[in-house]
């Protein structure tokens, strides 16, 4: 599965982005390469809070595995 990752110059001077099929996933850096690596880390961080909430809000007797896509 790929995701998009959109970049955009910010009027300020470096970059603004975000992951298109993620509403929220959004950071910025100086360079491409920061916003970049900054992005990362906030997709990162985005799906271990998802999952933290996910757990909190689903009976422990839920079951879990993982899901892995090929691609879309």
Do not use: I
């Not at 970049?7 to 992951?19: D, I």
């Not at 910025?28 to 900054?38: D, P, Y």
């Not at 880390?41 to 689903?58: G, I, N, P, Q, T």
Request: aromatic share 6%; net charge negative.
């Amino acid at each position: 599965m790929k995701l998009t990752a959109v970049y955009e110059p910010a009027e300020e001077g470096g970059y603004v982005c975000w992951v298109e099929e993620m509403p929220g996933v959004q950071s910025q850096g100086e360079t491409m390469e920061e916003a970049r690596a900054n992005l990362l880390d906030a997709f990162k961080a985005s799906m271990e809070y998802l999952r933290e909430k996910a757990r909190r809000e689903h009976s422990p007797r839920s079951l879990r595995e993982p899901l892995e896509l090929a691609s879309l």
